[in-house]
Structures are given as structure tokens and as C-alpha cells.
């Protein structure tokens, strides 16, 4: 969860703030293994040929 300043009403703890930037770091590494997963080709579709690189034309 992240903690912000206008809903606690006061400075945000360097503790705080630490955990805000742990849970956004999280969230990304997530992110970024789901879209590394979904761009992954199946090895059954590499090997016929059918997979087409990204941005690469039809």
C-alpha cells in the first residue's frame, strides 16, 4: 500500500517513504515479468515458423 501525504494528514516517515518506494519497485518488477510472459513465444510456434517478431510487418 502506498502512503500519501494527504490522507495521513502530516510529513510522511523516511520509513515511509522507503516502503513507498518498495511497493512502486514491486509493482514494476510484477509488470514486468507479466509482459515478458505474454511477449514470450511459445517454443512448439518458433520452431514452424509462425512467430513474427513485434513491430514486424504481417
Do not use: C, H, W
Amino acid at each position: 500500500m502506498i502512503t500519501y501525504r494527504t490522507e495521513k494528514g502530516a510529513p510522511l516517515t523516511a520509513m515511509e517513504l522507503d516502503q513507498n518506494f518498495r511497493e512502486l519497485e514491486e509493482r514494476i518488477q510484477a509488470l514486468e515479468a507479466l509482459l515478458e510472459s505474454a511477449l514470450r513465444v511459445p517454443e512448439s510456434a518458433a520452431s514452424s515458423g509462425a512467430a513474427q517478431s513485434v513491430g514486424e510487418d504481417a
